[in-house]
């Protein structure tokens, strides 16, 4: 990436012409010079140096980055690095969604940095750049992927994977992701089996409707009061099954 943490050790891969291997190959970061990785003719590979090093300045701080072959001769760039510093995550919200991804979580904290190089940070694997949102310098939004994407030995050297998952911010491509991070829990997708009653009168307000969530055998009782329609008795509503159920209170419909 073209931007890193001021506390140094980003890897930086730098394109251009004509490298060629040498034991002199370096790499320039402002005023400060650290060796070089050849890769190609066209492609090298460097550490950046910590920005107190690299220049005077503190804060947000960018500087040129130049090649030498000989240790001595830096050739001419217009390529730049800007240090920033690390992100801080100090909440996020919601801190749990479905197995099956797509929830978009918050997260407030603080250096976020809007950039290409800003990453989401799931168990140490940064999430693709779509599923990252800048909003502002303390809050960017991360799109949670389906479970069953995060692969690897991150969970003690299993391939399997634990509910809970650790949330990080990176502002340089998912190096250096904030810390302490945040923990996020994957549920179980809610499966609705039936609701009742189905229906009230449109006036009717403050119906108690029971929902029967998965295998659920619960029974309900819904009473409405409507306006100026007289009293409408629901009676007593049944789910059957063998799960559980839950009451929620139905809005009063608009006139």
Known sequence: PNIGAAEGATTVLVAGINFTPSPSLRCRFGNESVPAEFHSATALQCTAPLASVAASSVGLTIVPVAITTNGVDYGATT???????SP????????????????????????????????????????????????????VTCTMPDVSSLRGDHTNGSKSLTNTVSLAVSNAG????????????????????TVWPTAVPA??????????????HSHGFEEGHGHGEGHTDLGHGHAHGHGHGDDCCAPEASP
């Open 174 to 193: 998912g190096e250096h992701p904030s810390a302490p991070v945040a923990d996020y829990q994957y549920l179980a997708a809610i499966a609705l089996d």
């Open 79 to 85: 390529a730049q690095f800007t240090f920033v510093a």
């Open 88 to 139: 801080i995550v100090n909440a996020i919200s919601p801190r749990a969604g479905s197995v099956e991804g797509g929830s978009v979580v918050t997260v407030t904290g603080a250096n976020f940095v809007d950039t290409e190089a800003l990453a989401c940070v799931i168990n140490g694997q940064p999430l693709p750049s779509r599923q990252v949102r800048w909003i502002s310098s303390t809050a």
């Open 203 to 216: 006036l009717t307000q403050a119906t108690t409707v029971t929902v029967s969530i998965g295998e659920g």
